[in-house]
Antibody, heavy 120, light 107 residues
Framework: EVQLVDSGGGLVQPGGSLRLSCAAS????????MSWVRQAPGKGLEWVANINQDGSERYYVDSVKGRFTISRDNTKNSLYLQMNSLRAEDTAVYYC?????????????WGQGTLVTVSS | EIVLTQSPGTLSLSPGERATLSCRASQSVHRNYLAWYHQKPGQAPRLLIYGASSRATGIPDRFSGSGSGTDFTLTISRLEPEDFAVYYC????????FGQGTKVEIK
């Protein structure tokens, strides 16, 4: 059974940093692109970042470029999101998502999400 | 950036009724790479449709997707109680963007 477990969220002050993790199991992790998608309270979904199978390709939404870094450790079946210079508008539930097996770009499995709150 | 506009914002229907949700793109979606998800309160989104019209694994056949280019539709033939949720479309042809969502609520 495919499982994605998100963790690492919490309360952080503006300008602070946080590292999110996503532990994957039930599938061959190193064969899939992975992503982070966020959802601000009461709002819709926003794609944040993608990473390919070996980490050599990474893409970000403009609003987080230069502040967030997506990475992965295929030996630990884990995905990460390092978030620096956090702003109030980064407050959201962050979900990790698995790319489909064919690599087209839709998300066939999602983690349960982890809440990041940026506030003083 | 491709902007996806979903309509209506809210759809009030009764169980057993037919639901028709629209997703319009600001430019043509490459290869019709358009997916639909639904999300219940406090839960992660769940994939329903990909490639505009292909049902994901385990999704009942009352869900169907159609459309091409800039206009796409999700149809739920007969609403079941568990179908009342928020529905999002997503394009993944050029970068990745979501629509703002359509809430399907019980009338």
């Amino acid at each position: 059974e495919v499982q994605l477990v998100d963790s690492g969220g919490g309360l952080v002050q503006p300008g602070g940093s946080l590292r999110l993790s996503c532990a994957a199991s039930g599938f061959t992790f190193n064969r899939h692109w992975m992503s982070w998608v966020r959802q601000a309270p009461g709002k819709g979904l926003e794609w944040v970042a993608n990473i390919n199978q070996d980490g050599s390709e990474r893409y970000y939404v403009d609003s987080v470029k230069g502040r967030f870094t997506i990475s992965r450790d295929n030996t630990k079946n884990s995905l990460y999101l390092q978030m620096n210079s956090l702003r109030a508008e980064d407050t959201a539930v962050y979900y990790c998502g698995r790319y489909d097996s064919s690599g087209e770009g839709y998300f066939d499995y999602w983690g349960q999400g982890t809440l990041v709150t940026v506030s003083s | 950036e491709i902007v996806l506009t979903q309509s209506p914002g809210t759809l009030s229907l009764s169980p057993g009724e037919r639901a028709t949700l629209s997703c319009r793109a600001s430019q043509s979606v490459h290869r019709n790479y358009l997916a639909w998800y639904h999300q219940k309160p406090g839960q992660a989104p769940r994939l329903l449709i990909y490639g505009a019209s292909s049902r994901a694994t385990g999704i009942p056949d009352r869900f169907s997707g159609s459309g091409s280019g800039t206009d796409f539709t999700l149809t739920i033939s007969r609403l079941e109680p568990e179908d009342f949720a928020v529905y999002y479309c997503q394009q993944y042809g050029r970068s990745w963007t979501f629509g703002q969502g359509t809430k399907v609520e019980i009338k």
